[in-house]
């Protein structure tokens, strides 16, 4: 099992950066396939990006692409979402979620263990 703890979010500018962390308990953190989702008021949670046990890769969604991206550290059992040219439309709770399984996915009902979230907002 898993339990996480996002952390990182808050109020940045249209264009502007931030960097989410999601530090995760559990000596089993390395086997796990690691996502981050998110989820605007009045909106389904939706698919963000995905990174894989070592050598499995990663995966981004379109709206993403060129602008995020996903790594893991699993030394300090952490995946990290970096965000660049932030856009309002990325404001959202953003979630950190584990799959027990080495491989990354965009599917939100094959992740069995979930953050509480956190907050980013971009202003225009």
């Known amino acids: 099992q898993v339990q996480s703890v996002e952390s990182g979010g808050g109020l940045v500018q249209a264009g502007g950066s931030l960097r989410l962390s999601c530090a995760a308990s559990g000596r089993t953190f390395r086997s796990y396939a690691m996502g981050w989702f998110r989820q605007a008021p009045g909106k389904e949670r939706e698919f963000v990006a995905s990174?894989?046990?070592?050598?499995?890769?990663?995966l981004l969604a379109d709206y993403v692409k060129g602008r995020f991206a996903i790594f893991r550290d699993d030394a300090k059992g952490t995946v990290y979402l970096q965000m660049n040219s932030l856009k309002p439309e990325d404001t959202a709770v953003y979630y950190c979620a584990a799959r027990d399984s080495n491989w990354p996915s965009l599917e939100v009902n094959w992740y069995a263990y979930w953050g509480q979230g956190t907050q980013v907002t971009v202003s225009s």
């Open positions: 990174v894989g046990t070592v050598g499995r890769g990663t």
